[in-house]
């Protein structure tokens, strides 16, 4: 079976503290792609990073880094000096290379000012 | 480049009542997806289409949902008659082969009263 937990329903922080979202999958699939995506309150989702399931290499984008690790089966998001406009929804989700992706429940974030 | 479209943004019915929701691709893009998340729960996959032709429909709740992409180009989804449950929101997305990132267009709220 196929799943994706969000343990952290909803965190608030304060702006410019540093916050990660925890993101545990589940899979039997050798090849599979994991992905964060972003939900505004305007509602749209914003696809946020892709990552293959040989690839366990970190990646930083400006404020956002994210750690693979498949000894854990994790996927975990971190925002550094974290803004008010970041307070979103955050989905993690899992393709094993077909057509359905699964996602998570979600974590909403709060940023206070 | 245009992403996902999707109309109408909110709909707000009565039970019984018919609705249709409509979603553009990105061009070029021959998987599309639909996905609902009702209110608090996952993002959950409904049915996916390869150019015009269903591949899977799955995720499809019951017999008052059904879905079209004549031409391939742009989907419809279509409830009829809704029921209070089918309140949510309905993502569209599309991408260019399976496994590929599937951009999500911005939704159509739908509210069953």
């Known amino acids: 079976a196929q799943k994706v937990t969000q343990a952290q329903t909803e965190i608030s922080v304060v702006e410019k503290e540093d916050v990660t979202l925890d993101c545990v999958y589940e899979?039997?699939?050798?090849?599979?792609?994991l992905f964060w995506y972003k939900q505004p309150p305007s509602g749209e989702l914003v696809f946020l990073i892709r990552r293959n399931s040989f690839d366990e290499q970190n990646e930083i984008s400006g404020r956002y880094s994210w750690n693979f690790q498949k000894s854990t089966s994790s996927f975990n998001f971190t925002i550094t000096a974290s803004q008010v406009v970041d307070s979103a929804v955050y989905f993690c989700?899992?393709?094993?290379?077909?057509?359905?992706?699964?996602f998570g429940a979600g974590t909403r974030l709060f940023v206070k000012a | 480049e245009a992403g996902v479209t999707q109309f109408p943004s909110h709909s707000v019915i009565e039970k019984g009542q018919t609705v249709t929701l409509r979603c553009d691709p990105i061009s070029g893009h021959d998987n599309l997806y639909w996905y609902r998340r009702v209110m608090g729960k996952e993002i959950k996959f409904l049915l996916h289409f390869v150019k015009e032709s269903k591949q899977d429909e799955s995720g499809m709740p019951n017999n008052r949902f059904l879905a079209e992409r004549t031409g391939g180009t742009y989907s419809t989804l279509k409830v009829q008659p809704a029921e209070l449950e089918d309140s949510g929101v309905y993502f569209c997305a599309s991408s260019q082969s399976l496994g590929e990132t599937q951009y999500f267009g911005p939704g159509t709220r739908l509210l069953v009263l």
């Open positions: 989700a899992l393709n094993t290379g077909g057509f359905k992706t699964i």
């Open positions: 899979t039997r699939d050798t090849t599979y792609y």
